[in-house]
């Protein structure tokens, strides 16, 4: 029979060996730059408390209050005589005040603040926002910072994505993680505003792209049986870049050191990715047989195992020219070419696709954009904004845990759904949480994260289950750009916290309690072989087909 051969170099070589085990820790390891760059504006664009500069020098200041240490308190006068209330992004002169007090009820002149700003420098010594002004009608352009970054994170991932299969996977994960050095370090001289959003861009483009290949080399290194839990884990070293992130905050308090200290993170990578082999299953794809066959006795020498495997032995008959179709095949035989080509409208072939497809889609998009409102978010919800986001990180840890142990117990969407419908529940309570006990919302929004991040982080192999080989890598693309759209679009919600500090939390959680009942309405693929043609997609689920599977696995529950 033709069995699907390239999957036999792990039965041989183990699923998860020491090769593979060095391989994936260092790939994973690099992994933690993207989480470090995606979530480093926190507090590169922190605003402190400020006021506006009176014009002048200053000869004596009368505090409201003595215990007060708010800039808006302080009452300074100038050398002529006048006398300035300040406030953020306006001054008001005093008209003929008759003695020095602080409570004057005379007549007073507004006029606005001529550019320049006293700052707080106790919590922040220096970030961008200090350095270039963005306050008052400049504010903006602060807010734009993540929005532009998580633009670059969309378009990198297209672009990467679609070269690592011309050119290789290894030679992407080197320029994307070199790229990540370089532009970090950048970011750090850029000088003026426009060239530090520029280099964040380039910045997040290579983050991304690494993020993308990342997935798909340590999928196609590591066996069938771990697959699960490799391509989960690569989002737990995401979580440790934000725990990073945190920690270098909390330390590091002038934005330029900060953002060296981050981008210096992972430079020990760079020593040597050079030096990692591409993908067996690249290689095969692309008929290279003499180098598989060196890379496969350089891993069973590794593994200290005897090499029996002959490359050529593993090519197909008609060679496939993807390589992804190899590595996406679970099913016992490959199917014949197919000469139609297939577009996203073969996502929504029927009432019962569709839905499916918007559902899939839904998901994608809560999980991201969810996971990022949690995380950018966090930093608002009172108390210290660097303990929140240490913790933000710290949450999704377990959550990967118990979301790889429970989908492979309970099932794909007995976890999935109940993921989110937690997600939203916590965020509903959120709100009629009493404001002044901060410690329940910053532990009720954690849940929240917790619960976000298990769906977020299942849903890749959910869709791979749910659609068939022909359109599997475009259903799992097409997800990934709604999640790419949840991730722009997080940045804003985030901003409405001015609106009101719960809002953009409130927002999620109806988003989340509702996607999660549609999820009920999903098959359930847990144990079922992967799926090659449209009919067998479709039928997934339905009563009359597995009605017996069904009625097994509910008497075994």
């Known amino acids: 029979g033709r069995k699907m051969n390239v999957e036999r170099i792990f039965d041989e070589l183990g699923h998860f060996n020491r090769y593979q085990a060095c391989l994936y820790f260092a790939v994973v390891f690099q992994a933690i730059a993207c989480g470090i760059h995606y979530l480093a504006s926190v507090f590169l664009v922190d605003t402190p408390n400020f006021v506006c500069s009176p014009p002048g020098n200053i000869t004596d200041i009368l505090y409201g209050n003595l215990t007060a240490s708010s800039l808006e308190d302080i009452l300074p006068a100038l050398q002529i005589g006048d006398w300035w209330e300040l406030s953020r992004c306006r001054c008001a002169l005093r008209t003929s005040p008759r003695d020095f007090a ?211 032995e593993l090519l197909e008959p008609e060679k496939r020219e993807n390589g992804r179709a190899l590595l996406e095949q679970g099913a016992d035989e490959l199917p014949a070419q197919t000469d139609k080509k297939l577009s996203i409208l073969d996502l929504f072939g029927s009432w019962r696709m569709a839905g499916r497809t918007c559902t899939v889609w839904a998901i994608w998009f809560i999980g991201s954009f969810g996971y990022y409102v949690f995380s950018l978010g966090s930093v608002n919800l009172g108390g210290n904004q660097y303990i929140n986001l240490f913790l933000a990180g710290a949450v999704e840890l377990p959550s990967y845990l118990v979301g790889c142990y429970a989908m492979d117990r309970i099932g794909r969407k007995n976890t999935c759904a109940p993921a989110l419908l937690l997600a939203g529940v916590a965020c509903m309570l959120i709100i009629v949480v009493p404001s002044d006990i901060e410690a329940l919302v910053v532990v009720l929004s954690m849940t929240g994260k917790f619960a976000i991040a298990i769906a977020f982080g299942l849903i890749y192999l959910y869709t791979c289950e749910l659609y068939p080989t022909i359109i599997r890598s475009l259903a799992v693309g097409s997800g990934s750009m709604m999640c790419r759209v949840g991730s722009v679009v997080a940045p804003f919600c985030v901003y409405l916290a001015d609106v009101w500090t719960f809002l953009p939390q409130l927002i999620v959680g109806i988003l989340a309690f509702i996607i999660g009942v549609l999820t009920l309405l999903l098959p359930e693929t847990l144990g079922k072989p992967l799926t090659t043609t449209l009919g067998e997609a479709e039928a997934l689920g339905s009563k009359k087909k597995d009605g017996l599977e069904m009625n097994q696995c509910e008497s075994k529950a």
């Not at 070199?178 to 532009?183: E, K, S, T, Y």
């Not at 997040?204 to 066996?223: I, K």
Request: charged share 15%.
């Open 102 to 312: 602080y409570d004057f009820d005379g007549n007073k002149t507004v006029k606005a603040c001529d550019g320049n700003f006293v700052f707080d420098h106790t919590e922040i010594q220096q970030s961008i926002v200090t350095e270039w002004d963005l306050v008052c009608e400049k504010e903006w352009l602060a807010k734009l910072c993540q929005p532009t970054f998580m633009l670059g994170v969309l378009i990198g991932a297209l672009v990467f994505g679609d070269i690592a299969d011309r050119v290789g996977r290894v030679r992407i994960l080197m320029i994307t993680s070199l790229g990540q050095f370089v532009f970090g370090v950048a970011v750090a001289f850029s000088g003026n505003y426009y060239f530090f959003v520029f280099l964040r861009f380039l910045l997040a483009m290579v983050s991304s792209g690494y993020l993308v290949v990342v997935f798909v080399y340590v999928t196609e290194f590591t066996g069938i049986r771990v697959r699960t839990w490799t391509s989960m884990h690569v989002h737990a070293a995401f979580a440790v870049g934000i725990m990073v992130v945190a920690l270098t905050g909390y330390l590091v308090r002038v934005w330029w050191i900060y953002q060296i200290i981050l981008s210096l993170c992972t430079s020990p990578f760079l020593l040597f990715c050079w030096k990692f082999p591409e993908t067996p299953f690249y290689l095969m794809a692309k008929g290279r047989c003499k180098d598989a066959q060196t890379l496969l006795d350089a891993i069973a020498r590794f593994n200290g195992l005897e090499c029996r495997l002959r490359a050529d």
